[in-house]
């Protein structure tokens, strides 16, 4: 059964009654419980017809009007009942209406009229008789109150609202009260609905009535802390919250004066209220101080600066004596958290040799009382200490740096923090079953990560020495102190050398203690990973190798370690491949149970060992075993494949093609899924074998060519493109060459052709260019034997550009660079349509960027600025003029100078020129 929906009527009355059946029949049937969803359901088609004409009707000029008659509609007298519930729905619709019209229609409207709209709203906000049972209305139509106030400029806006606000309080109570806050929280939030530069004469004028704000929200906050206050203590909460909720969206939006804020002493009470409080007030108290830190200038010579850096120091003095974190829930204590680690970031720069403290003993004082907070914040549970990693990635790699003057300095507080990472990287003593407790505690493993980042961070700043002292001063006699210095060693094998004696007591350790005696899963994982960071000190320890190894091989056998072993067997193959026992491998990969992905790990660790082992036979055996062993998922076996391909050598990685080529062939042309998964595995299975065999491949090059035009013209998927585009770098004299290109162009000449085909296939629009970059980079002459194939290709190029797809963007620029730089242009081959090219492109190019495409404009191969400089290269008169013709005079000027930087510098002036240079 279909509907079709009347059009809709210029009458206000009608068009309300047709609205409010509409939304009648939306919400009723939305609150039916029924188990038929299907299309044909007359109660599901009811509803989606007359969704479509609410839609339908939300653009339209009458909707003004009937949004506003239903704001003002009685609702039903029983609250919570279906009808009031439906009034509840409707007003709310209606108000979300206004709001969007606010912001996007509002030239529908006389100017005149604004100030009418603006007064009814107002009226319907204070006439509801709750502020806590109406607030998301309330919330909706003081955002269309701000979206309107900034097309009307109200300037006055914030002293009427609380004008009004004292007028009304006596009679209206706290209703009033909590709606002029939330009108006055919402009144910024707005701004971004008008783009002229104008705009910053109104923000400019509601800046000079914050001072009289924060007086009225001062005065709010003592009526709502008054023991003699006529507010029940539930009222008094919400006020409380309404005012910080307002201070912290002006601070935000508005950007407050230093003086405005040192005046109302806010800093001291949001504190106050945060030592003593919790729930939602604790949480907007935090947020609020919070977002006044981030706005602090913290240039310590200008006085008010200086007074708000000390209030801001003494409140966080006075929240630490306050916190006690046993007495706290977890979400208060990372508020205070916060709040610490906020100070922290916001003023710890001052302690860098960049400012001079000497005449400023009390801020001094203050930032290193700050720093023993957050350092004893780092005794929390790790949930909530990990909260102060983002300081001190900034206080290690930005405030220190390499500063060796201001590290002495601190140096006993990076001691500290050394022992303290290494404290927060232990498991708990209850850990118990390794699975199970990760499973629970899913943050575990990404919170050590983020404590392993920091201390490579403190490891490139203090040196690998003084790490490995300071981490084995922290190993204590018992496995799970074991564990994590194993885990911290295993983060800093970038920096900590194989052959220094604490590897080779670990190594020891390990050995008698985790592998000699009954093993602690998660210790022997990490174990594992210990032994694949510093497998090459087992080259200079051979006689250790047995053990280890032996029990390596063994965790595999383990499923919840199983990954830590394989990829541990995989590094030892890298360092001491002829010192490794394939045959155990071998055994193990046939008997134990392996995960897909640590399956294909052993299979490039058994492919690293037989480029070096001497047993034929075994070889053959293990060979033909992987070849046959095609069952379960093909996309695992073609991965176990290229494993193979890329790590044995080329006269076997010849025989391993021959054996698959059928195989991935065919299942290359079954596949009928959408998505390019296993046509990339099968591709990339190819890359490596072309590129393991070199010159050994040609006798099958023709016929993978073959195989991916058919591939191509078939599936039309992008990673054979990819494909041909190594067949083109490898073999780039190939006779058969040409004609690839040939049939792969024209299939896709054939399946895109405009903007809009492009916009849907923008992977294959990628991997095109990228070949005929590398065509036009590698082989011009042996590729392009068609003139109308080129030309095809250069159009194709322009509507290339006209794609606003990152990827595929860059692709069509590293084509045109290459072109530019290819032999085509410097034997003069593009000498005919090179002014014509350069036009079209420049243009293209220029439009993008007057439009604010700020995409690939510098950075390697593949840029504006890369295509700019070459085409002026090749031809500067028809690059300036074609320039200056689209007014890009600055780029122009800039190419004079052939500095690359210089007209990167000039691409980001124009397009900064043609958003008008103003508020964005």
């Known amino acids: 059964m279909t509907h079709t929906n009347p059009e809709h009527s210029e009458d206000i009355t009608e068009e309300t009654h047709r609205i409010k059946l509409a939304l009648t029949t939306v919400f009723s049937s939305t609150n039916t419980n029924t188990t038929n969803t299907s299309h044909h359901d007359p109660l599901t088609a009811s509803r989606d017809a007359a969704n479509a004409y609410l839609t339908s009707f939300q653009p339209l000029p009458i909707a003004w009007m009937v949004c506003d008659a239903l704001l003002h509609e009685d609702l039903s007298p029983v609250r919570n009942s279906p009808p009031r519930q439906l009034d509840d729905a409707k007003r709310y619709f209606a108000a979300q209406t206004l709001h969007s019209k606010c912001r996007y229609d509002i030239y529908q409207l006389p100017k005149e009229s604004l100030a009418s709209l603006r007064d009814s709203i107002l009226q319907t906000i204070y006439g509801m008789e709750s502020y806590a049972a109406s607030k998301p209305l309330i919330m909706r139509l003081a955002l269309a109150v701000s979206a309107l106030s900034v097309h009307m400029d109200w300037n006055g806006a914030i002293s009427d609202l609380i004008q009004h606000c004292s007028d009304a309080a006596a009679t209206g109570g706290v209703h009033v009260v909590l709606s002029t806050l939330e009108l006055l929280g919402r009144l910024a939030e707005e701004l971004n609905v008008r783009t002229d530069t104008n705009v910053d004469v109104y923000v400019a004028e509601m800046r000079k009535n914050t001072a009289l704000l924060f007086q009225f929200l001062d005065y709010c906050s003592e009526q709502a802390q008054s023991e003699q206050s006529s507010f029940s203590v539930k009222e008094r909460e919400l006020i409380l919250r309404q005012v910080y909720a307002c201070i912290d969206s002006n601070v935000y939006f508005l950007g407050i004066d230093q003086d405005v804020l040192n005046r109302s002493q806010i800093v001291t009470k949001l504190s106050q209220t945060m030592s003593r409080s919790s729930g939602q007030l604790h949480e907007v108290s935090v947020d609020a101080l919070v977002t006044?830190?981030?706005?602090?200038?913290?240039?310590?010579?200008?006085?008010?600066?200086?007074?708000?850096?000390?209030?801001?120091?003494?409140?966080?003095?006075?929240?630490?004596?306050?916190?006690?974190?046993?007495?706290?829930?977890?979400?208060?204590?990372?508020?205070?958290?916060?709040?610490?680690?906020?100070?922290?970031?916001?003023?710890?720069?001052?302690?860098?040799?960049?400012?001079?403290?000497?005449?400023?003993?009390?801020?001094?004082?203050?930032?290193?009382?700050?720093?023993?907070?957050?350092?004893?914040?780092?005794?929390?549970?790790?949930?909530?200490?990990?909260?102060?990693?983002?300081?001190?990635?900034?206080?290690?790699?930005?405030?220190?740096?390499?500063?060796?003057?201001?590290?002495?300095v601190y140096s006993k507080h990076l001691d500290e923090l050394v022992n303290k990472c290494v404290s927060l990287l232990r498991f708990p003593n209850d850990a118990g079953d390794l699975k199970e407790f990760l499973e629970d505690n899913d943050n575990f493993e990404s919170n050590r990560f983020a404590i392993l980042d920091l201390l490579e961070d403190l490891c490139r700043l203090l040196g690998s020495d003084y790490m490995v002292k300071r981490l084995c001063q922290n190993l204590q006699p018992d496995m799970i102190s074991l564990e994590a210095i194993l885990l911290s060693f295993h983060g800093n094998d970038k920096f900590i050398s194989y052959d220094c004696p604490e590897v080779s007591n670990l190594f020891q350790i390990i050995e008698s203690h985790v592998f000699g005696g009954s093993q602690v899963e998660f210790v022997a994982n990490t174990a594992n990973l210990f032994v694949a960071s510093y497998a090459r000190w087992l080259s200079a320890n051979q006689n250790r190798i047995p053990i280890i190894f032996g029990n390596v091989v063994k965790s595999i056998e383990s499923s919840v370690i199983q990954t830590s072993a394989c990829r541990c067997l995989n590094r030892m193959a890298d360092e001491i491949p002829e010192l490794m026992d394939l045959k155990s491998i071998v055994q193990a990969y046939h008997t134990v149970e392996l995960d897909p992905k640590n399956a294909v790990f052993l299979v490039e660790c058994m492919a690293k060992l037989i480029s070096v082992h001497k047993d034929a036979n075994l070889i053959?055996?293990?060979?033909?075993?992987?070849?046959?062993?095609?069952?379960?998922?093909?996309?695992?076996?073609?991965?176990?494949?290229?494993?193979?391909?890329?790590?044995?050598?080329?006269?076997?990685?010849?025989?391993?093609?021959?054996?698959?080529?059928?195989?991935?062939?065919?299942?290359?042309?079954?596949?009928?899924?959408?998505?390019?998964?296993?046509?990339?595995?099968?591709?990339?299975?190819?890359?490596?074998?072309?590129?393991?065999?070199?010159?050994?491949?040609?006798?099958?090059?023709?016929?993978?060519?073959?195989?991916?035009?058919?591939?191509?013209?078939?599936?039309?998927?992008?990673?054979?493109?990819?494909?041909?585009?190594?067949?083109?770098?490898?073999?780039?004299?190939?006779?058969?060459?040409?004609?690839?290109?040939?049939?792969?162009?024209?299939?896709?000449?054939?399946?895109?052709?405009?903007?809009?085909?492009?916009?849907?296939?923008?992977?294959?629009?990628?991997?095109?260019?990228?070949?005929?970059?590398?065509?036009?980079?590698?082989?011009s002459k042996v590729a392009f034997k068609s003139n109308e194939q080129f030309e095809l290709t250069?159009?194709?190029?322009?509507?290339?550009?006209?794609?606003?797809?990152?990827?595929?963007?860059?692709?069509?620029?590293?084509?045109?660079?290459?072109?530019?730089?290819?032999?085509?242009?410097?034997?003069?081959?593009?000498?005919?349509?090179?002014?014509?090219?350069?036009?079209?492109?420049?243009?293209?190019?220029?439009?993008?960027?007057?439009?604010?495409?700020?995409?690939?404009?510098?950075?390697?191969?593949?840029?504006?600025?890369?295509?700019?400089?070459?085409?002026?290269?090749?031809?500067?008169?028809?690059?300036?003029?074609?320039?200056?013709?689209?007014?890009?005079?600055?780029?122009?000027?800039?190419?004079?100078?052939?500095?690359?930087?210089?007209?990167?510098?000039?691409?980001?002036?124009?397009?900064?020129?043609?958003?008008?240079?103003?508020?964005?």
């Open 292 to 408: 006044i830190l981030r706005s602090m200038e913290v240039n310590i010579d200008y006085p008010a600066n200086k007074e708000a850096i000390l209030s801001m120091l003494s409140a966080c003095v006075h929240l630490a004596a306050s916190f006690h974190p046993t007495s706290l829930d977890e979400e208060v204590c990372r508020g205070y958290v916060r709040v610490f680690c906020e100070v922290g970031e916001t003023l710890c720069p001052l302690l860098s040799m960049n400012y001079d403290l000497t005449k400023h003993a009390d801020v001094r004082s203050g930032l290193e009382t700050i720093l023993d907070i957050l350092l004893k914040c780092m005794d929390l549970e790790a949930e909530v200490a990990v909260v102060t990693l983002q300081f001190y990635f900034k206080f290690v790699n930005d405030i220190l740096g390499y500063d060796f003057e201001l590290i002495d």
């Open 794 to 920: 250069l159009n194709a190029s322009r509507i290339g550009l006209k794609l606003l797809h990152r990827d595929a963007y860059k692709a069509v620029l590293v084509f045109i660079e290459s072109l530019l730089a290819s032999e085509l242009a410097s034997n003069g081959s593009l000498n005919n349509i090179l002014p014509s090219y350069i036009k079209g492109i420049v243009e293209l190019l220029i439009s993008n960027l007057a439009n604010g495409t700020t995409m690939n404009l510098d950075g390697g191969s593949g840029s504006v600025c890369g295509v700019l400089l070459k085409f002026n290269n090749l031809n500067p008169t028809e690059t300036s003029s074609q320039l200056n013709a689209c007014g890009a005079f600055v780029i122009s000027d800039s190419l004079l100078r052939a500095d690359r930087r210089d007209v990167c510098n000039a691409i980001r002036r124009f397009i900064n020129e043609s958003r008008g240079g103003g508020r964005r």
């Open 620 to 779: 053959n055996e293990t060979l033909k075993y992987l070849l046959t062993e095609n069952t379960g998922v093909f996309a695992i076996y073609c991965e176990k494949l290229t494993a193979l391909v890329r790590y044995l050598p080329p006269n076997i990685t010849v025989d391993v093609v021959k054996h698959s080529w059928g195989a991935l062939a065919s299942a290359a042309k079954r596949d009928t899924s959408r998505d390019t998964a296993l046509a990339e595995k099968v591709c990339r299975f190819y890359k490596h074998s072309v590129r393991a065999t070199k010159s050994l491949f040609e006798p099958f090059l023709n016929e993978l060519m073959n195989l991916f035009v058919i591939l191509f013209n078939e599936k039309f998927k992008s990673p054979f493109l990819y494909g041909a585009s190594i067949l083109v770098s490898e073999f780039s004299n190939a006779p058969q060459l040409s004609q690839m290109i040939l049939a792969l162009s024209s299939t896709f000449f054939a399946k895109l052709s405009t903007l809009e085909q492009y916009t849907q296939a923008p992977d294959v629009v990628e991997e095109f260019f990228y070949l005929m970059g590398r065509v036009v980079q590698y082989s």
